[in-house]
């Protein structure tokens, strides 16, 4: 099994940044895929980024060259650089671990930009 917390959301102004954090209970080297999702109110889950084990990062298509995925394995940390924040970046952020085939989902950080 594999826990996963994520930290670093909050409120920041239209332009500005965040950086989430995402600590899992184990090596992060041990686990296939570490990603970023998103939902916004009243909207259904999105998947933002994602990095494999052995460093490939993806990304959705609206969150190129904004966001950035990377990962510290020493500190089992996977991040989310989010830069240019927009409104409609407002949603609450959920980090998944994808181990032996089973996806494990952390409780999620608010996300709100707002002027």
């Known amino acids: 099994q594999v826990q996963v917390v994520e930290s670093g959301g909050g409120l920041v102004q239209p332009g500005g940044s965040l950086r989430l954090s995402c600590v899992a209970s184990?090596?992060?080297?041990?686990?296939?895929?570490m990603g970023w999702y998103r939902q916004a109110p009243g909207k259904q889950r999105e998947w933002v980024a994602d990095?494999?084990?052995?460093?490939?990062?993806n990304y959705a298509n609206s969150m190129k060259g904004r966001f950035t995925i990377s990962r510290d394995n020493a500190k089992n940390t996977v991040y989310l650089q989010m830069n240019s924040l927009k409104p409609e970046d407002t949603a609450i952020y959920y980090c998944k671990a994808r181990f032996r085939g089973t996806d494990y989902w952390g409780q999620g950080t608010q996300v709100t930009v707002s002027s």
């Open positions: 184990r090596s992060i080297i041990s686990i296939n895929v």
């Open positions: 990095i494999t084990s052995g460093g490939i990062t």
